[in-house]
């Protein structure tokens, strides 16, 4: 029995270089073709990236174990308010079937970062624990749907997110940041954004950081009554005086100091009225009514101001569903179509992106650099091995076709591709290179022994073929568990790891029939050359030394 599957092994075997042999003439006998359709795909696979068919995110929205819910009510409600509304989302919360545990934080907020945060009474934040992943039916972005629904609709509450805790760079997934030194501006624009988010299907919790505090009454002091020696100061010292008090005297109360407050009664501290009828004290020791020297005027405060680059600036977030839309398509449409117009309408107006967009561009500034470095140094490595300046071009010629695999890898699974996706190409790039090097080293090897080009490619491709299957089978075979795994701490890697499987699946397959190809391709161009030089100084025209080694 065991020489009946030794041989059953070696026919296996011979029918498959037989069939590869058949492939491999036919793609060198049509070189140009082979590699015209191999560019051909490359091209379509980054049209499908291009086109959103195959969607990036910098981190996709995995499956968590957390969900972290932030409220906010107006300013200035009673704190018995908040805790009355936040005790609707307990309530919300405490019906979940998937529920382990809740902390709740009232009067103060956590940062973005959970590094810091502060303290405002008409705030609260919510940490919900639910069960493990693998216990469950339901995902995280369900639940958070299911709380949105049942809190919709809670009195007072101006601003209630709730977002899955996941790791990776910080930052909403859609974040405007617009600047100005008009604050009617900064509201105007605001409100368009918020208007122009809440039309794409997808996006929800949109909010922003713009505080418009309490009522308050504005005094403006005429210039008519600069002549009676009035000021600015001495307008708003009476004012204050009479509203909040006057210290008049300090008694000493044992260790404690009592101060003897003068102001108005209670009753005529009630109502803007009892500003308006205010007498105001001159210089001159006349009294005059306050409206005869100055004007009042009702509006909202600020309670807080926040600053960019020394710009008053308004932030403003959303979260965005990446089944229903894509966020980086909506934050380019926003770019394209609405940025110039309102730069154009409101001067003075700056308007930049922040979150996850701004992230991602630091993230592939680096990336790009690093994979720059990687590709000279692969080069130069393998310049120095060959010693040739056109065999290491050959040899990373396979790059792109991990591209490719990569591409698919991720549609066939159903995954965005993701800044882990593009570390895991980066990494691929070096991968792919050891199955063109060594498949080319044993081209050199055979021309090398008088063996015509061609047949060397053949011979060299055959004999390699089941050395650079298994070493690709084997890796692959190595990060199975990886994309199989469904725990939360696994699925942040799973985008890399279909990166590397999948772009060296396809790397592997396409190298073994285009570097021949590719190989005989440059030793066409440069028997061309060859050529054209002797002709040039009038000599005879010799073939060239095949081995691609000079």
Partial sequence: SRQLRLAQHHLINDILIVNYEKLLRLSTRFRYVTMSLLLAAFIISMG????????????????????????????????????????????????????????????????????????????????IEIGPIEARERNSIEIISELREKTKNIPGVERLTFEPLQGGPGGAPIQIEISSERVEDLIEVTNYFKQKLASYEGVFDIVDDFDGGKREVQLE??????????????????????????????????????????????????????????????????????????????????????RKDQRRTVTIRADADEDITNSANVTKEIEKDDFPKLIGRYPGLHLEFGGRKLETAKAFSSLNRSFLIAIGLIYVILAGLFRSYIQPVIVMAAIPFGVIGA?????????????????????????????????????????????????AVIEAAKSRLRP??????????????????????????????ISVSAGLIFATVLTLVAIPALYMIVLDFRNVFAAGWCILWGKPIEPINPALDV
């Fill in 221 to 306: 002091l005429f210039d008519s009554a600069r002549s009676l020696g009035l000021t600015t100061n001495a307008l708003a010292w009476q004012v204050r005086s009479a509203f909040y008090g006057f210290e008049a005297r300090k008694l000493q109360r044992g260790r404690e100091d009592v101060k003897i407050m003068v102001r108005y009664p209670q009753e005529y501290r009630e109502r803007v009225y009892d500003i308006e009828s205010m007498y105001i004290a001159t210089p001159a020791a006349t009294m005059v009514p306050l409206t005869e020297v100055a004007r009042l005027e009702e509006g909202t405060g600020y309670a807080t101001i926040k």
């Fill in 48 to 127: 499908v990236v291009a086109g959103g068919h195959v969607p990036f995110v910098l981190l996709q929205k995995m499956d968590s174990e957390t969900i972290l819910s932030s409220m906010e009510l107006g300013i200035g409600v009673p704190f018995q308010q908040t805790k009355d509304a936040a005790q609707v989302i307990e309530e919300a919360v405490l019906e979940l079937d998937e529920l382990e545990s809740i902390s709740s934080i009232l009067g103060a907020q956590m940062d973005d970062d959970l590094a810091g945060g502060s303290a405002k009474p008409h705030t609260a934040q919510f940490f």
């Fill in 468 to 497: 650079i299957m298994l070493t690709s089978v084997t890796t692959v075979l190595g990060l199975a568990p990886l994309l199989m795994e469904q725990s939360f701490q696994a699925r942040f890697l799973i985008p890399m790891g």
């Fill in 407 to 455: 591409v698919i890898g991720h549609m066939l699974m159903g995954y965005p591709l993701t800044i882990m996706s593009v570390i895991g190409l980066v990494a691929l790039s070096g991968i792919v290179a050891n199955d063109s090097l060594i498949l080319i080293a044993f081209i050199n090897t055979r021309v090398r022994a008088g063996i015509p080009p061609y047949e």
